[in-house]
């Protein structure tokens, strides 16, 4: 690989910076429509590899770009090999360009972390993990003991890619993980709730109306009004169906993590656990969660979910979260009755998340996936969200 290469994680510092960033994209159209870099400061543009097989016979490779595009610009391919072939062609002609080291697959490898305001999260310090490629969110949840030197975390929904992360993460931040918990069956990636527990000693958790779904492996399971001790910490259980049964949000201080209940903004798709047969009923049991379930939640509460729209806009704070308030005041799910919501939020769903019912499958322990092919499985968007809103 040439040196001419930007590492995927300062394309991210520079995209969380604002800073303009131009994106040359050479895998097929298909792949790009699917799952592509994006962001508000990014140009974009698609021309595919093989184009610049020819170019590099005849020449002309940068006559393939548009006029006055962005420079430095980034070459983009699945893995970063036909990409840096075509930055340094891209060089020879007077372009400044450069590889995207790993491609997309390195891209999915980024992981940031944030620590969510203290104000918000009462005595415990709750980080927020990001993977951008995706849109998932993951959290650590460390509180301390009173008269104790020694501290206790809890994970919630990690992906089995991160598991040593956040298993040396509570270690350096003088803490044993004593939980590891998922707020439902998810389908759009691979759980690290057991990989976690086996690398930490966790208790893994779920809700019993998870577990019901026909989980394989030994859990802890909670139900609504239950309380998981963390240090001084009390993380409150609440059910909240509707994107799936069994899922339950999780309260730490004033900050409710919803899982994918709700999005910050946005609410989650009614149709991963039974199909199109199902999703009208789940929708109105969505509906009646975020209406109903939800009223014993102030709107100063701080929403942090499980997922977030890759290259949306972060809190001020840099955390993906939004008072409950504000989406109450934003979000369509609280104005409109429950049979427009239904249709509003059927009306116009994204596809499934790739490969979701292995995933899902997986997750339950009914199957079975090597660390690498868990990671091939969930390439790509979550596509957890319903479009509607």
């Known amino acids: 690989m040439s040196e001419e290469a930007i590492t995927p994680e300062e394309l991210q510092r520079r995209l969380d910076a604002g800073e303009p960033v131009t994106i040359l994209d050479t895998r097929n159209r298909d792949e790009v429509e699917a799952w592509a870099i994006d962001g508000p400061s990014v140009e974009r543009h698609h021309v595919p590899y093989t184009r610049f097989l020819s170019a590099k016979v005849t020449g002309g490779a940068a006559d393939l770009l548009p006029a006055g595009v962005g420079e430095p610009v980034i070459a983009v391919c699945p893995r970063g090999e036909a990409s840096d072939e075509v930055a340094e062609l891209l060089r020879t002609e007077g372009v400044d360009a450069v590889n995207l080291a790993g491609g997309m697959e ?7 972390a944030r620590e969510l305001p203290p104000e918000a999260t009462g005595e415990a310090t709750v980080v927020q993990y990001r993977r951008p490629s995706s849109g998932c969110l993951a959290y650590l949840v460390v ?9 206790a975390a809890a994970v919630v929904d990690p992906l089995r890619a991160f598991a040593d992360r956040y298993a040396a993460d509570a270690r350096e931040r003088g803490a044993e993980l004593v939980y590891a918990v998922d707020t439902h069956v998810h389908a759009d990636h691979v759980s690290g709730v057991r990989e976690v527990a086996e690398l930490a000693g966790a208790t893994p958790v779920m809700s ?9 492996f030994d859990v802890e399971t909670v139900a609504d009004g239950d309380t998981l001790r963390v240090g001084d910490a009390a993380i409150g259980v609440h059910e909240t169906p509707g994107h799936t049964t069994g899922m339950v949000s999780l309260r730490v201080g004033d900050t409710l993590l919803t899982g994918d209940t709700l999005f910050a903004p946005g609410v989650p798709r009614p149709d991963l656990q039974e199909g199109d047969a199902g999703a009208a009923e789940y929708a109105r049991e969505l509906h009646r969660t975020l209406t109903e379930r939800f009223e014993r939640f102030e709107d100063a509460v701080l929403v942090a979910p499980g997922h977030f729209t890759p290259g949306g806009s972060s809190a001020g704070d840099g955390t993906y979260t939004a008072r409950l308030g504000d989406l109450r005041g934003s979000l369509s799910v609280f104005s409109l009755d429950r049979e427009a919501f239904v249709e509003r939020v059927l009306a116009d769903m994204p596809p499934r998340p790739a490969n979701f019912e292995t995933i899902i499958a997986t997750n339950l322990g009914r199957e079975t996936l090597s660390e ?13 969200a319903a479009a509607a809103d």
Not at 106 to 112: I, K, L, N, P, Q
Not at 143 to 151: C, M, P, R, W, Y
């Open 372 to 384: 690498d092919d868990a990671f091939e499985a969930e390439l790509g968007p979550n596509n957890c």
């Open 143 to 151: 509180s301390g003991a009173s008269g104790d030197d020694g501290k």
């Open 106 to 112: 390195g891209w999915a490898r980024v992981y940031t």
């Open 208 to 216: 019993a109306g998870a577990a019901d779904r026909g989980v394989t």
